[in-house]
């Protein structure tokens, strides 16, 4: 059984800390609880989006630099 890790707010979706550092987790990489899997920017201001499950990552379901909504799915955890 799947579960996504969700978008805590609106922004734009990094999944990395900066344009060349290289990403937070990738697909195939465990999650524990805590472990920031990218970066939502609001006006500037960059707020880590940590997992509240533990897991490996399956898929990431947004895009690096994609707008993403509030309670969107980002990335899927098997």
Do not use: C, W
Not at 5 to 17: D, E, I, V
Not at 25 to 33: F, L, M, Q, S
Not at 53 to 64: K, Y
Request: a negative charge; zero cysteines; aromatic letters at 6%.
């Amino acid at each position: 059984m799947s579960k996504h890790l969700l978008s805590p707010l609106p922004g734009t979706f990094y999944r990395k800390p900066s344009p060349d550092a290289p990403a937070y987790k990738n697909v195939g990489d465990p999650v524990a609880v805590g472990d920031v899997i990218g970066l939502i920017e609001v006006m500037k201001s960059f707020n880590e989006v940590k997992a509240e499950e533990a897991g490996t990552i399956t898929a990431f379901l947004a895009d690096d630099e994609e707008p993403v909504m509030a309670g969107q799915p980002l990335a899927e955890l098997g």
